[in-house]
């Protein structure tokens, strides 16, 4: 009896717990409130409260710094953070434009560079490659 004493209260506490009254499940929840602190979790790096206004609050992971997933948050408000932050959306597509040809250009070297290195491994490699240029030289001149 006292296993199953001791999963009944665990449950009680679980369910009161997703009940509690501020508690946010959701960022969406938490729309027109102020953040008045932001607490670290002792026991648990990387996690904190976030504590709002009229005594609500959030707990969540710490801020993801993976540029990728900044990318995408940044992407995501894009509309409602240009008004403020113009000249740095520009910058960064500025750097983004660079970042593109700059993958392009690897692409290109790293295809020119495999076949450079084939060669001579694989005699008819070369042939294969003039037969493909001389069908696009024919499709671009069958195209209007």
Known sequence: MG???KWQANLDKVAYLKTFPGWLP???QGVGSTIEQVLPIPEHTGHCVVVLSQGKFI???QAHTEPQMVTAGLLTARPQLEPAHSQA???YDHLTQ???EAGRIARLENIINAIDNNLE???ELKAR???LVSQWD???QCSP
């Open 89 to 91: 959306f520009q910058h």
């Open 59 to 61: 707990v969540t992971p």
């Open 129 to 131: 490659i003039k037969a």
């Open 3 to 5: 296993n199953e004493a």
């Open 138 to 140: 024919n499709e671009s």
């Open 26 to 28: 959701a960022w969406d």
């Open 121 to 123: 491994r694989i005699p």
């Open 98 to 100: 660079l970042d593109q």
